[in-house]
C-alpha cells in the first residue's frame, strides 16, 4: 500500500501524468483522496475498522415493556381509579428433587459453616454436599427433632445460603444465590408497581413474561429479603401512586426568557396553587384545568415546544420509584441522561387527606434538584427554571442559554380493593369519590 501510494505522489510532479493514456490503455486519476493512509478512488470498496463484540443499540433498547411504559392517554385519564385484589406468589426455582424422609433429632452444631455443619449432619447418610460457591459465614443453632428437610432448610436458612438435592447423584449442592418466579397480577398498574418498587430497591435483571404475568429474577440472601418486604408491603396496602409525565424543551423564540408569571392571568390565581422552589428549578402545583394541552398552548405564545419524553411509572405506597427519561425519550438528547424519582404516601396530612410527595431530578453526576409536594387529588405539577445547559457537557453550544427544561406531572389513585368492592361507576367523581376515598 505504501508504495502505490509513494507512485501517485510521484505522478502529482510529472507534467503528463494526470491524462489518460491511450496508447497503453493505462488510466490515471486527476484527483487522488488519501484517508488513513489508504488511496480512495471511484472504484474504491469502502473499509471499516473491526467493532468489538458489542451489542447494538438498537437491539439494546429493545423492550417489551416500553409501548406499556411509554404511552400516556391524556383524553383518557381518572385521578383515581381501581383494581382488583389479586394475590402475589412467589416460588423459588432450581430446588431439586424431595430430601429422603429421614427424622433427625438432638442435633446441635456451634461455629461452623453451613458445609461443616451439613456434613456433620448426613453423617452416615449416602449423602454428599457439594459447595457450587463457598459460604465461609459461621452458624451455630439445635434441634430437637423434626425431618431431614426442615433440617437442611434451618441451616442453609441461617447461613444465608440457597441448596438443591440431586438424587440420583445423592448430593446436596450449595449456592449462594437464588432463583424465584414470581406470579404477578393480571393488572398492568400493579405489574408496573412492583417492578417500579424493584427497581427503587436496586433490584435488576428482571425477566417479565407479559403473556402470562411472571417475573424470573436471581439475587443474594439480602436481594431475597428485599423483594419480599415489596411484595408483603404491596400486598398489604389500599393504594398505589400512579405518575403520568410529559417532558419537553422549550425554546424561546426571543432573546429573553420564558416568562412564567405570566401564567396567572393566563389561567387565573386559584389554579396555581402552590410554588416552591429548588436547588435549582421550581414547582408549581396547579389545578386540573392546566393540564398538558392548556399548557402547550400557553407556551406556544412564547415558544416552540419539543417533547422529549413521555411515560408513566407507579410508587407503592410509601416506597420510591424513578422514570429513566431516556427509556422513553424520542430520540438520543441531551436531557435523556436525567432521571425522575418519587417517593408519595396518601393519607392524612394534618387534618386532610393529601398526597405527600418527594420529586428528585438527578443525573448521573448526581442530585440537580429536589423538591417536597403535598397537594390534592386531581392536582397537576408542572417542574419550571431547568436550563437546559445543565445537561451540556461541552465548553461551547449552540443551544440558546434560555432554553430549558419543562417536566408536567400528573398523580394518580389506584386504589386496590377486594373484586366484591369494586363500585359500579367505571369513574369515580363529585360525591361518589369522596365517599369512596372516605371509605
Not at 385521578?79 to 426455582?93: A, G, Q, W, Y
Not at 449462594?176 to 427503587?200: E, Q, S, Y
Not at 440558546?400 to 380493593?417: G, W
Request: hydrophobic share 40%.
Amino acid at each position: 500500500m505504501k508504495k502505490i501510494l509513494k507512485l501517485f505522489i510521484v505522478c502529482g510532479v510529472m507534467a503528463g501524468c494526470m491524462r489518460a493514456n491511450e496508447q497503453n490503455d493505462v488510466v490515471y486519476y486527476d484527483t487522488v483522496q488519501v484517508v488513513d493512509n489508504l488511496v480512495i478512488d471511484d472504484n474504491s470498496v469502502p473499509i471499516f475498522p473491526k467493532k468489538a463484540a458489542l451489542t447494538t443499540d438498537t437491539a439494546r433498547h429493545f423492550s417489551v415493556e416500553l409501548p406499556r411504559r411509554c404511552t400516556v392517554n391524556w383524553d383518557n385519564q381518572s385521578v383515581v381509579s381501581v383494581v382488583p385484589d389479586e394475590k402475589i406468589e412467589v416460588v423459588r426455582l432450581n430446588v431439586g428433587d424431595k430430601l429422603p424422609e429421614l427424622t433427625v433429632s438432638d442435633y446441635d452444631f456451634r461455629k461452623q459453616t453451613v458445609a461443616a455443619a451439613l456434613n456433620k449432619l448426613l453423617d452416615g447418610v449416602d449423602i454428599a454436599v457439594v459447595e457450587q460457591e463457598p459460604g465461609y459465614e459461621k452458624i451455630s443453632g439445635s434441634i430437637a427433632s423434626g425431618n431431614l428437610a426442615d433440617a437442611v432448610d434451618l441451616i442453609a436458612h441461617l447461613g444465608h445460603m440457597y441448596y438443591s438435592y440431586d438424587a440420583a447423584m445423592g448430593e446436596i449442592k450449595l449456592y449462594n444465590r437464588g432463583k424465584w418466579l414470581i406470579k404477578m397480577p393480571h393488572d398492568d398498574t400493579i405489574v408496573m408497581a412492583l417492578l417500579d418498587a424493584m427497581h427503587g430497591a436496586d433490584v435488576r435483571n428482571l425477566l417479565v413474561d407479559w403473556a402470562d404475568n411472571t417475573l424470573v429474577f436471581e439475587g443474594n440472601y439480602q436481594t431475597e429479603r428485599e423483594v419480599a418486604r415489596i411484595i408483603s408491603d404491596i400486598s398489604s396496602k389500599k393504594y398505589v401512586m400512579a405518575w403520568d409525565m410529559d417532558v419537553y424543551r422549550v425554546y424561546p423564540r426571543t432573546d429573553n426568557p420564558i416568562i412564567w408569571m405570566n401564567l396567572l392571568p393566563a389561567f387565573g390565581e386559584k389554579n396555581i396553587k402552590m410554588s416552591i422552589p429548588g436547588v435549582v428549578g421550581r414547582a408549581l402545583v396547579v389545578g386540573p384545568e392546566i393540564n398538558t394541552k392548556t399548557l402547550q398552548e400557553f407556551l406556544s405564545t412564547q415558544a416552540n415546544l419539543v417533547l422529549i419524553s413521555q411515560g408513566r411509572f407507579v410508587v407503592p405506597d410509601g416506597w420510591q420509584s424513578r422514570f429513566d427519561i431516556g427509556q422513553c425519550s424520542k430520540e438520543e438528547r441531551l436531557e435523556t441522561d436525567l432521571i425522575v424519582g418519587a417517593s408519595a404516601k396518601y393519607g392524612d396530612f394534618g387534618g386532610r387527606d393529601k398526597i405527600d410527595a418527594k420529586i428528585v431530578l438527578r443525573t448521573s453526576h448526581g442530585e440537580l434538584s429536589s423538591f417536597t409536594i403535598p397537594s390534592s387529588i386531581g392536582d397537576n405539577y408542572i417542574i419550571v427554571g431547568i436550563p437546559t445547559h445543565s445537561f451540556v457537557t461541552t465548553p461551547e453550544t449552540l443551544i440558546s442559554p434560555f432554553a430549558e427544561l419543562v417536566v408536567f406531572m400528573s398523580p394518580r389513585i389506584v386504589s386496590i380493593v377486594n373484586p366484591n368492592d369494586i363500585p359500579d361507576e367505571p369513574q369515580l367523581v363529585g360525591d361518589a369519590l369522596r365517599n369512596f376515598l372516605r371509605d
